[in-house]
């Protein structure tokens, strides 16, 4: 039975996958069954009947964007801070970003939603003098969104002022966007909260962590501990050993961050669901590699 509280979004910019995409396509259908499931594609897909249907095939439902959106990371990251987009999925409590570098290992997503989080996604690290260590959480690659608060943080008119923000704001590559804030803190006029959405030029994710608490006062994004539990991406083994050597429900960016860790724990992919009997799909002949080719035996 379809669980209607979330969906799953996946962005796509091209219309060719190679194999790695295609596994992280599989373990989200074997994973996330419960679940319906979007790709997010530029509008100029919109006539290639053949791309919908590869993905109507898969049980993907294809919604479109402008183009301007899919160009580079700068213009996925507007999308990403765009009302428009979370107002397209209001029917849904949440949202499950899942780019295509992402992998699932659990169908443990009615836990997260339980925790009653408005941002969940990997920690980001850091490894300096000191070593490898957490540094704040987290990345939007695999993260999990509750839209009716993500919209109320972009339709917010007010920049609320918080005596310790710099205590919790990093400052290296965020020295303007907290000089911005500082700025509009002392003019107090009516606009701060629209002018500072529309200077704000960095990372989506960064937004969502660091600022989006400054427009709705109650954001809450999860902590390291939940966030290791929920997502990797850099530095996996380290997260591996902290997270009681435990694998989490999904990676992001593990082709990137020591692939040969990944290597190792891909036969786990499709151990951990509960509906392992009961998966099947109906796909057309041409995409038979993507039950059978890329784990063998799964069939």
Known sequence: MIDKRLVVITPVYKKELSEN???????????????????????????????????????????????????????????????????????????????????????????????????????????????????????????????????????????IKKEDYYDVLPISGNLKIILLLSLLFKLNFKYNATVFRFFYKKQEDFFWVFYAHFFVKEFKVANIEDSLAFAFERYPEYCFEQNNHCLPFGVHAWERYNPSFWEKHKKNLFNNSKNKENFYYKISSSKERLITDLVPGMV
């Open 21 to 159: 995409e295609y596994l992280s396509i599989k373990s989200s259908l074997y994973h996330l069954k419960n679940y319906n499931k979007v790709i997010v594609a530029p509008k100029k897909f919109s006539e290639d009947q053949k791309f919908i249907n590869m993905w109507n095939d898969y049980g993907y439902r294809v919604v479109f964007f402008e183009d301007k959106y899919f160009i580079n990371v700068d213009s996925y990251n507007k999308l990403m801070l765009n009302k428009m987009f979370y107002s397209h999925f209001t029917d849904y409590e949440y949202m499950l970003i899942l780019q295509l570098d992402v992998l699932i290992f659990s169908n443990s997503l009615d836990y997260w939603m339980n925790k009653n989080l408005d941002y969940v996604g990997a920690p980001w690290m850091k490894n300096d003098l000191n070593g490898i260590r957490f540094n704040f959480a987290g990345n939007g690659g695999l993260s999990l969104r509750k839209i009716k608060t993500f919209i109320s943080v972009l339709e917010s008119n007010q920049l």
